[in-house]
């Protein structure tokens, strides 16, 4: 089914206005773990492993605690991220600077080669769409998305859980 035939069927006058917003839910989700299935299928790695690797090769040298931060992730889920690509041998890590214990980031020639054939946009679909909105579209997003929130009295510490991780 195309996307046109998608939308207009997620848009259908005829339904009623929650089914066709859940059906936009879907198209979105869908979407979504499309791309993540292409990233797993060209790459080899997952959605997360593969925006890991594109902010470390764009930053070499970031540590643990910065890369979190650009992902917008808890810190122990880059931690497993990060030991994940170095046993794959698709990072490197050392210790740099006068602070021994903070760990630098580096790609390997492996990694490099994983970003050549991944697919685009290496931080996935959505957050690529949403950065793409206008700023009233997205304040107008985030306020009805927490009344939705809200209303499923969800527990929003996950939201620092990556979708590729779900």
Do not use: C, Y
Not at 63 to 87: F, M, P
């Amino acid at each position: 089914m195309s996307s046109s035939s998608q939308t207009n069927a997620a848009t259908e006058p005829s339904l009623a206005p929650s089914t066709r917003v859940l059906r936009q839910f879907r198209v979105v989700f869908n979407s979504v773990k499309t791309h993540f299935r292409q990233v797993e299928r060209e790459a080899g790695v997952g959605g997360a492993q593969l925006w890991a690797l594109s902010v470390i090769d764009r930053r070499p040298g970031i540590g643990v605690t910065e890369l979190a931060r650009e992902l917008d992730i808890h810190q122990s889920t880059a931690s497993n991220l990060i030991k994940s690509l170095v046993e794959r041998r698709l990072v490197a890590t050392s210790r740099e600077g006068t602070d021994r214990r903070s760990v630098s980031l580096r790609i390997q020639p492996a990694g490099a080669d994983v970003l050549r054939s991944a697919p685009l946009p290496f931080a996935g679909v959505l957050p690529d769409a949403l950065s793409a909105l206008d700023a009233e579209t997205l304040a107008r997003l985030e306020q009805d998305l927490g009344k939705l929130i809200a209303l499923l009295e969800a527990d929003e510490s996950s939201a620092n859980v990556m979708l590729s991780q779900m």
